[in-house]
């Protein structure tokens, strides 16, 4: 085997993975910058883990929620037993992708974000492409990433392509 081969054969690494209005038009629902590990995921299950030892630990995290056709009441219940529970306490962002809700009920849900976020005192961005949709970006949870709102980015290191 040539030495070309053999690279051609090795893993590559990517030294970080940058989501940006270039997938998607990200929303900014509170300005700033964080940086941490991200954790999250579907905000039905989060929700559910309040109390139990599956828990997400969200100090100095950047916070990924997403969903699957949930009415707009139910994701300010789920947000404000979030935040009931301190998981907003000490976190340094939060991402929120796709939430796969119609037309109609995702104005709802904007609204309920838009309220809920308005005075967080860390970086809030939303419209990921990130969740139950197509097209569906995979980012990987645990490792370190940065959120940004100026421009609205999220840069997520340690990515295998």
Known sequence: MTSKEQQRQKPRFCLYLTYDSRKSPLITLADGTGEGRLVGGNLTLLTNGVGTPFQVNTKGAILLIEDVAEPAFRIDAMLTQ????????????????????????????????QYFFSSAPFPVVENFQIGHCKPNYGVPIGVNAKLTTSPPRLVVDSGVI
């Open 82 to 113: 979030l935040k009931q529970a301190s998981l907003f306490d000490e976190v340094k962002g939060v991402v929120i992708g796709d939430l796969q809700a119609d037309p109609g009920e995702y104005e709802k849900i904007k609204k309920v974000l």
